[in-house]
């Protein structure tokens, strides 16, 4: 039985931004409307979650009515609607921040509908049950982002888009002929279909270069070693509010295609797939934090520690128990705000800046006009660090009580030293900004950007660190749900 919420995440952004184009003479309309669309796909998505929640089975939609594997499915399993909360809830609180924001790239006719563009790309992404259709989401995911960056008021921003565009251009041909291969070889590109059939079928010749394509293609979405060059340019110059999307939530796109592979697509094969993503996990984690330290500029320092962040993900992705993909999905979910907060109290401290450039030697002592923001980016920066009693604290508290509990003992004490990096690159940018004594004749503008929106953030990172049992509890359960993959087939019905 179809349940149509399930495409309301996607249906609401597509057609708001049809809408917001027609709005394109009337900025604030336009925005006000564009935000009150991310809100009302925050509400459908929460309810969708507690829905799936609650009931344990997934919610499915059948396009046309086709039965599987001939139509095309949307799927609100536990995995998919809950990175699809932690996705609405950063594209509104970027918006919000965009609403605020002094950037001349916001005062573009098509900022807001291609910002919506971007969330509906990544909300579909992680909707869909079919691989075709992740791959045609994951080009508007693409397409959107260049575009913004392309837009960005950095000059910087269109070479960081060509980048962007032409190594997308590489994971989506990896995608593409992934896809090829799945297809040639099983006859069905339907996620529960094919995890079936891959599992219970004699191992196909172009299995194993399908698993290798559709591997590099997650690494390059989420920049992970050696796909990880591109990534801090791209996000040095894109503008604040989109920065803090591509390197909060955009990223999770690879993770979540980790996830799918090794817990329904290639059962078989998993076990040499976790055991890679732990190798790219640990040297993420320590090329990351190296990178952070080495740079000098904000942005940049906060791209590089993405990568770092997005290694441990992959470790407690690799070591593969229920436990482990319960930490791992706790810190998909606190890196995506954490990250989004810090990003944009960088851009608030930029905006402030007689000269818009996030260097250290252009915002050094910029922030002494500006303690509250030095409260909220010292408050996040802990939250990186890992450090009570943020939410930061309790995500690497769960990945290292997982490495324990698989006796991966001294993994952890390399992980843990490695984890200092994140102290000394953050509070060495805090010194820089807050502490420092200004040299400069120019005084800061008197205004700039917003900070409504990285109040909320990190308000709600002391939240989750101070009241985490309920996120660790929906971590659980859905890590529950993908040890076992017989309750997906059965929700579509395949087997």
């Known amino acids: 039985m179809n349940s149509t919420i399930v495409v309301l995440p996607i249906v609401l952004p597509l057609s708001g931004l049809a ?24 509400s ?125 251009v590489l994971a989506s041909a990896f995608l593409l002929l992934g896809v090829g291969a799945l297809y040639v070889s099983y006859g069905t590109l339907n996620m529960a279909d094919l995890g079936l059939r891959i599992s219970s079928l004699t191992v196909q010749p172009l299995l194993p270069v399908a698993i290798a394509l559709l591997l590099s293609t997650f690494l390059i979405k989420s920049a992970v070693f050696p796909f990880h060059f591109w990534q801090p340019d791209f996000h040095t110059a894109s503008p604040t509010a989109v920065s803090a999307m591509l390197s909060s939530i955009v990223v999770k796109l690879g993770v979540y ?145 997982s490495g324990a509990a698989v006796g991966q003992v001294g993994l952890l004490i390399l992980l843990a030293a490695a984890s200092v990096l994140s102290l000394i690159y953050v509070m060495r940018a805090f010194q820089r900004v807050w502490w420092t004594p200004v040299h400069r004749p120019e005084k800061a503008k008197a205004k700039g950007d917003w900070i409504l929106a990285p109040l909320l953030l990190i308000l709600t990172v002391v939240i989750l660190g101070i009241w985490p049992e309920p996120l660790v509890a929906a971590a659980n359960q859905i890590a529950i749900w993908l040890a076992d993959p017989a309750g997906y087939f059965m929700a579509l019905k395949v087997g």
Not at 24 to 31: M, N
Not at 100 to 121: E, H, K, R, W
Not at 278 to 296: F, N, P, R, S
Not at 353 to 377: C, Q, R, W
């Open 44 to 168: 459908v998505s929460v309810s969708v979650f507690r829905q799936v929640l609650l009931s344990g089975n997934p919610l499915v939609f059948q396009s046309g009515g086709w039965p599987v594997p001939a139509g095309i499915s949307f799927v609100a399993d536990p995995l998919s609607s809950f990175l699809v909360v932690m996705s609405y809830l950063v594209l509104t609180a970027g918006m919000l921040y965009g609403l605020g924001s002094n950037d001349q790239v916001v005062t573009y006719p098509v900022f807001y509908p291609i910002f919506l563009a971007l969330g509906t790309g990544l909300v579909g992404a992680m909707l869909t049950g079919d691989l075709f259709s992740l791959f045609v989401f994951s080009e508007l995911l693409v397409f959107s982002g260049t575009i913004l960056t392309a837009l960005s008021d950095d000059p910087l921003g269109v070479e960081a888009a060509y980048k962007y565009f032409y190594m997308s």
């Open 257 to 401: 295609g980790f996830l799918r592979m090794t817990t329904l697509l290639f059962l078989e094969q998993a076990a040499w797939i976790q055991a890679l993503l732990i190798v790219l996990g640990v040297v993420g984690v320590i090329v990351g934090g190296l990178g952070a330290i080495g740079t000098h500029n904000g942005k940049r320092m906060l791209a590089y520690s993405t990568q770092a962040q997005i290694g441990l993900i992959l470790i407690g992705i690799g070591w593969g128990t229920p436990l482990s993909i319960a930490a791992a999905l706790v810190f998909t979910f606190n890196h995506s705000l954490i990250k989004a907060a810090m990003l944009m109290l960088v851009g608030v401290v930029v905006s402030r800046s007689p000269v818009k450039d996030a260097g250290f030697e252009t915002i050094e002592g910029l922030g002494k006009s500006m303690p509250v923001v030095g409260a909220l980016f010292f408050i996040g920066g802990l939250a990186l660090a890992g450090i009570p009693p943020t939410n930061g604290f309790i995500s690497k508290l769960l990945l290292f009580e």
């Open 19 to 42: 809408v917001a184009l027609l709005l394109r003479r009337y900025r604030r309309a336009q925005a006000a409307w564009s935000l009150v669309v991310l809100l009302a796909g925050l």
